[in-house]
């Protein structure tokens, strides 16, 4: 009989063979083994309530019915073709008369490729090369993307810092940063710089709300100084509404970008825009010149599609949204109420479809000032949550559609354990 490994034999093996023993993404020091609806399982049979849900693609929870039997019947069919498929054609027919600022879509294979060339598009679009983003935003990992994501140390807006080794400096010459939710920032920027090809912005950039009146002050002086606004959303969008932050709030950009839920829990992204706008992936229509290419050997796949057509399919039926929020609200409440009862400072930070906790009395309204009191509250306070089987990312919380009246009983449990681990 072959030996079962164990978790611990897991990340030995991993170690060996994967920089840091991960992918990169999460803590390496937890491997799961399986999901089924709103729960994983690690490699030691440990079981938790999962909050990561893949960091968000997973907005039905593992192994949807539906969404299984939509793949199944797809497989026999093929798995990829590097050609137009009807799975493709009508999961982009569908985005279109979901999301406001599509009239066509370009599918491509991760969110952070749809940023890149989201801004590599307006560029095309606009001739001009700056791209003004927003320190502490996150667009993936290309090189413009990775500029003032995370930086250790302030500069003065609108300077640049790279994330990343590996970044030229004339990267760094071509993006302005500004400070998020202040619109007197981008003005004075937009007034200076005449060679601004767009603003790219998270509507919730990562958790940190949009004040009341910003984004469509953003909107507004975008039509002003005759710049492109780009909304990511592969976060956002089907999750704060099935329009996405575009219907949620009422403000529609010129170019978005799709992901994780589109794809159902399978890796496919897009970026949207007008005709006029997205002609620029059609050589014959704009010439040589002003082409953008753009392949992709899983473009467009057609597993992928079929999961993201259910997916979309189950959030159009009537009350999955007031479902989705009404659990985000469970979460808020039980945990600041947790909190506020032994006296911690905190506030909720973020929407009901995706938040957190930051451990301050002080509200945070950009990246340097959401921020907890202390960062050890927040390790300790996430590490006695996974102890008592609630699995989350350290920064964000994400309610699913799985989600049930006992999944959020056993939250309860393991929310009184970290606030009284806080509170020691």
Known sequence: MQKISTQDEWIARAQQVLPAGGFGNFDPGIIISHGQGSRVWDENGNEYVDYLIGSGPMLLGHGHPEVMEAVLEQLPKGMTFFANNSKGITLAEAIVDAVPCCEQVRFVGSGGEADMYAIRLARAYTGR?????????????????????????QVNFPQAVPDSAGIPQGVADDMLIAPYNDLAAVAALLAEHNDIAAIIAEPLQRIIPAEPGYLQGLRDLCDQHDVLLIFDEIVTGFRLAYGGAQEHYGVTPDICTLGKIIGGGFPLAALGASKEIMQHF???????????????????????????????????????????????????????????????????????????????????????????????????????????????????????????????????????????????
């Open 129 to 153: 090369d700056k791209i003004l983003k927003f320190e502490g935003g996150y667009h993936g990992m290309s090189a413009e993307a990775q500029m003032s994501l995370a930086p250790a140390k």
């Open 282 to 424: 059609d050589k014959t229509a704009v010439g040589a010149d002003r082409w953008l290419m753009q392949l992709g050997t899983l473009s467009g796949n057609p597993v992928a599609a079929a999961a993201g057509l259910k997916t979309l399919e189950v959030l159009r039926r009537e009350g999955a949204y007031d479902q989705l929020r009404a659990t985000g609200r469970a979460l808020q409440e039980m945990q600041s109420n947790a909190l506020t009862a032994a006296g911690i400072a905190h506030y909720v930070c973020g929407d009901e479809t995706l938040f957190d906790i930051y451990f301050t009395a002080q509200p945070g309204r950009d990246y340097r000032s959401a921020r907890h009191d202390d960062p050890k509250m927040n390790a300790i306070y996430n590490a006695a949550l996974r102890a008592h089987g609630v699995f989350k990312s350290p920064g964000k919380l994400y309610p699913s559609l799985a989600h049930t009246q006992a999944d959020l009983e056993l939250t309860q449990h393991a929310v009184n354990a970290a606030v009284a681990a806080v509170s020691r």
